[in-house]
Structure formats: C-alpha cells, structure tokens
C-alpha cells in the first residue's frame, strides 16, 4: 500500500496550507524588490536630480504651472501616488471579495505597477514629469496588490500561525532586497568597468526592479487559489459604496477602527522615512549612491533577522507589547538622524542598523495582529481599509516633509518633523484592549497576543 493513501485529510490539508504559504511569500519576494531598489535607494535621490536640471534659475519645477522646489518634487509625487491608490483601492477590495476572484486582479495589479517600473529606464535628461507618472503608477499599483495579498494571510494561515507567517513573508521581501541591492552595488560601483554611464547604470536598477516583481509574481500566482464568493451578491464595480459599507461595519468595533488608526499613524512615519531617507543622506548629509546602497543593503539584512527575531519575541511577549516597544527605538533612531554629521557615513550605517532591526517586525506583526481583528468573510475589504493605513494613507508624512523642506530648505527639519508620528501612534496603540478587540471581531484568541 503506498504512502499517499495512509495520508489523512488533516494531513493533506496542512500539506496543502503550507503550499499556498510557500507561494504567498514569493510575492514579498517579488514586490519588495521594487520598495528597496526604487522607492528607498534609487528614484529618490535620481529624480530629484532630474527635477533640478529642468528647474528655473530660482530651483523650481512647475508641474501643472504650480511652482514646486525640484527637492520636494519626489516627495509631492509620493504623496500623489497614494491619492490614486485611496481611489482605486476600494475597487480592488470589493470586487475580490464580491466575485472570490483574488489572483486575477492581483495580477493585474502586480503587472501594471511591473511594466511602470521597467519603464523607469527612459527617465533621462529633464524627463521629471515622466518619472513623476509612472512613480504614481509603480506606487498604487502595488498598494492595491498588496490588498488582495495581505487578505490571503487569514485563509492560508489559522490563528496560532499567523505571527510567524507573517514575519516569514517579511523576511522573504528583505531577504529579496538584499540580493538585488548587492547586484546594483556591484553595477552602480563599477559602471564604468562595464562601459555605463551613472545615469545609466541607475535606470538599469531601476527597471530590473520591474522585471524581478514581474518575473516572480508567476510563483504566487501559480500556488494560491481563490475560494470563491464570500457573499451571493453580483459583482459590480461600487468599491465606494462597499467601502462606506465597510466603515459602517467598522463603526460596529471600534477596537479594530482604534488599532487601525493607531497603525495609519505609526506607519505614516515608517513609509516616509523608508521612502525619504535617501534623500535625506544625499542631499543633507552629502552621502555618496555607493554609501547609500550599502547602507539600505544593511537594513535589509538586519530586517531579515528584526523580522524573524521579533516573531519570536511576540511568542513570548504579545504582538502588541513587541510592537510597542519597536515604535520606542523608532523614536530614539529617528531623534538620533537629526544630529548626524554630515559626511560621516559610519553613523549613518549605526542609525540604519537600528532601522534594519525593528522595521520588519514592526510591520509583520502590525499586519498579523490586525489579521486577528478581521471578521471572518470580510477579509479582502477589511485589508483595503488596512492597506489604506498602510500605503495608501501614507500621504500626510512625505506631504509634511515636501512642505518642511519647502519652507525651511532643511532636510533636518523635515526628518525630525516625523518623530510625532510615532509618539501618537504609542500613545493610541496602548489604549487598544486587544484581547476584547479579537472577541468582537468574533475570532478565537490566541494563547499570546
């Protein structure tokens, strides 16, 4: 008698359970590749330097006929970027939960945001309108991928699992970041041994970063399965309407809409300080490409082991007292940039090393617990109100920067303005029962959360 038919369905089930898994990380695999090497490293410090060889005698750009400082040009099109992903987020949210059809439409979004950021290669000369388009393209296209993404993680992982699969997930996007940024540290250090000029050696990185997230977006959409309507209704395209539904409902638990707009405040620093600290180590600390790849290779590779490490302490500690105390050492990190020296690229490192080590584990467990909060049924619009907090409401912290920059022309000013999202989002977040929030949810409580 063969093995397979000794299997019990339980067996099978896991079996299964663990497949989907192994796909579901290979979209932060896929997607984080883009965050690293072309939000965090690449486009900011390129952009703006093509925003200041188009700008006037006084370094501004007019986009629209609107004067803009050409430094605070990225940081405008960032904040852009999420108006369109709160447009079309909702969208995403309702229609996969309405039709059950998730892979689809994260192929679709993971495809567009791809081919936008493989065409990042023909920004050249004082193109800084066509790098501003496709940004926003690139941005909210993968905002709403990671909508239909983060709504698989209640499906392919019960309660107990949860916390560690997200972390894993975590720790696949960084470890994929790493990788890449090695293979752009060795193009961009030795261009001219490979017969490129900077620009183009940073346009290569740039559109490797779309065809990496397009090549290995094959694997999840390979693994993961849909499981049907999660409701008998028709699908239709009223993503606003499902989403006023949605806070209705939120209204109903508070506790969910308390963590989450704790975690809209917390994360609104950590997506700016991902997305601005190149600019800030260029352009304020006169940090070279060379340093700066080095130094986001670094955080890569302690967020792998941040991710991992701070799993392990939410099996210990709880996710929320491990998350609390990751918003502690933001806070001290952050503080900490104001008063770097400028050309001292060693305390640059030490100040990336302390990001590196809480901001995996910071999200994941973010992501995990709030999985924990999501009524069952509910959980592609719920995330899209997640992943509004997450990237697409991350518009006022690069809008506070752009305008502190604006107004001061110090990247000081502007880094240390962000210290106060992370003190309100301690505050809010440790006025949220999580235990009570879980039960309301209608979800089993874990043994530690």
Same mark, same amino acid.
């Given at each position: 008698?063969?093995?397979d038919?000794?299997?019990?369905?339980?067996?099978?089930?896991?079996?299964?359970?663990?497949?989907?898994?192994?796909?579901?990380?290979?979209?932060?695999?896929?997607?984080?590749?883009y965050?690293?090497?072309?939000?965090?490293?690449?486009?900011?410090?390129?952009?703006?330097?093509v925003?200041k060889?188009?700008?006037?005698?006084?370094?501004?750009?007019?986009?629209?006929?609107?004067?803009?400082?050409a430094?605070?040009?990225?940081?405008?099109?960032?904040?852009a970027?999420?108006?369109?992903?709160?447009?079309?987020?909702?969208?995403?949210?309702?229609?996969?939960?309405?039709?059950?059809r998730?892979?689809?439409l994260?192929?679709?979004?993971?495809?567009?945001?791809?081919?936008?950021?493989?065409?990042?290669?023909?920004?050249?000369?004082?193109?800084?309108l066509?790098?501003?388009?496709?940004?926003?393209?690139?941005?909210?296209?993968v905002?709403?991928?990671?909508?239909l993404?983060?709504?698989?993680?209640?499906?392919?992982?019960?309660?107990?699992?949860?916390?560690?699969?997200?972390?894993?997930?975590?720790?696949?996007g960084?470890?994929?970041?790493?990788?890449?940024?090695?293979?752009n540290?060795?193009?961009?250090?030795?261009?001219?041994?490979?017969?490129?000029?900077?620009?183009?050696?940073?346009?290569?990185?740039?559109?490797?970063?779309?065809?990496?997230?397009?090549?290995?977006?094959?694997?999840?959409?390979?693994?993961?399965?849909d499981?049907?309507?999660?409701?008998?209704?028709?699908?239709?395209?009223?993503?606003?309407?499902?989403?006023?539904a949605?806070?209705?409902?939120?209204?109903?638990?508070?506790?969910?809409?308390?963590?989450?707009?704790?975690?809209?405040?917390?994360?609104d620093?950590?997506?700016?300080?991902?997305?601005?600290?190149?600019?800030?180590?260029?352009?304020?600390?006169?940090l070279?490409?060379?340093?700066?790849?080095?130094?986001?290779?670094?955080?890569?590779?302690?967020?792998v082991? #941040?991710? &991992?490490?701070? *799993?392990?302490?939410?099996?210990?500690? +709880?996710?929320k007292r491990?998350?609390?105390? !990751? @918003? /502690? %050492?933001?806070?001290?990190?952050?503080?900490?940039?104001?008063?770097?020296?400028?050309?001292?690229?060693?305390?640059?490192?030490?100040?990336?090393?302390?990001?590196?080590?809480?901001?995996?584990?910071?999200?994941?467990?973010s992501r995990?617990?709030?999985?924990?909060?999501?009524?069952?049924?509910?959980?592609?619009?719920?995330?899209?109100?997640?992943?509004?907090?997450?990237?697409?409401?991350?518009?006022? #912290?690069? &809008?506070?920067? *752009?305008?502190?920059?604006?107004?001061? +022309?110090?990247?000081?000013?502007?880094?240390? !303005? @962000? /210290? %106060?999202?992370?003190?309100?989002?301690?505050?809010?977040?440790?006025?949220?029962?999580?235990?009570?929030?879980?039960?309301?949810?209608?979800?089993?409580?874990?043994?530690?959360?």
């Amino acid at each position: 008698m063969g093995t397979d038919t000794l299997r019990s369905p339980a067996a099978d089930e896991a079996a299964e359970r663990r497949r989907e898994q192994h796909g579901w990380y290979f979209y932060d695999w896929a997607c984080s590749v883009y965050s690293t090497s072309v939000l965090t490293v690449f486009l900011g410090p390129y952009l703006t330097s093509v925003a200041k060889s188009a700008a006037d005698p006084d370094g501004f750009v007019h986009p629209l006929g609107i004067p803009v400082r050409a430094g605070s040009f990225f940081a405008y099109t960032v904040s852009a970027s999420v108006i369109v992903s709160i447009l079309v987020m909702p969208l995403a949210g309702a229609a996969a939960d309405r039709t059950g059809r998730k892979k689809p439409l994260l192929a679709l979004a993971a495809y567009v945001g791809a081919t936008a950021t493989t065409g990042l290669f023909f920004l050249d000369g004082d193109r800084y309108l066509l790098g501003g388009f496709l940004l926003i393209v690139a941005n909210s296209s993968v905002a709403v991928s990671m909508v239909l993404y983060n709504s698989y993680l209640p499906q392919i992982a019960p309660p107990e699992e949860r916390d560690a699969v997200s972390s894993r997930g975590w720790a696949f996007g960084y470890a994929a970041g790493s990788l890449v940024l090695v293979a752009n540290l060795i193009l961009f250090t030795a261009h001219d041994s490979f017969g490129l000029s900077e620009s183009m050696a940073v346009r290569i990185c740039l559109a490797s970063a779309g065809i990496w997230w397009g090549a290995f977006t094959l694997v999840p959409l390979k693994r993961l399965r849909d499981r049907g309507r999660t409701t008998s209704e028709a699908p239709t395209t009223r993503g606003w309407r499902q989403l006023a539904a949605t806070v209705r409902d939120m209204r109903g638990k508070p506790l969910t809409l308390s963590f989450l707009f704790a975690y809209l405040i917390y994360n609104d620093g950590i997506q700016t300080v991902i997305s601005q600290a190149s600019v800030y180590g260029s352009e304020e600390l006169g940090l070279s490409q060379s340093t700066l790849i080095t130094a986001v290779l670094m955080v890569q590779v302690l967020a792998v082991a #941040g991710a &991992l490490g701070m *799993g392990r302490l939410a099996r210990t500690y +709880g996710a929320k007292r491990t998350i609390l105390g !990751s @918003l /502690v %050492a933001w806070t001290v990190t952050l503080a900490a940039g104001y008063f770097l020296p400028a050309g001292a690229p060693v305390w640059f490192f030490v100040l990336a090393a302390g990001i590196g080590l809480v901001l995996g584990g910071s999200q994941a467990l973010s992501r995990s617990l709030f999985s924990h909060l999501v009524p069952p049924g509910k959980e592609a619009e719920y995330f899209s109100a997640y992943e509004m907090s997450d990237r697409g409401m991350s518009w006022l #912290g690069p &809008l506070l920067f *752009g305008v502190t920059y604006q107004l001061t +022309g110090s990247y000081r000013d502007a880094i240390i !303005s @962000l /210290v %106060a999202f992370f003190v309100v989002g301690f505050v809010l977040l440790a006025r949220v029962p999580v235990a009570r929030a879980i039960g309301d949810a209608g979800n089993p409580l874990p043994e530690r959360i």
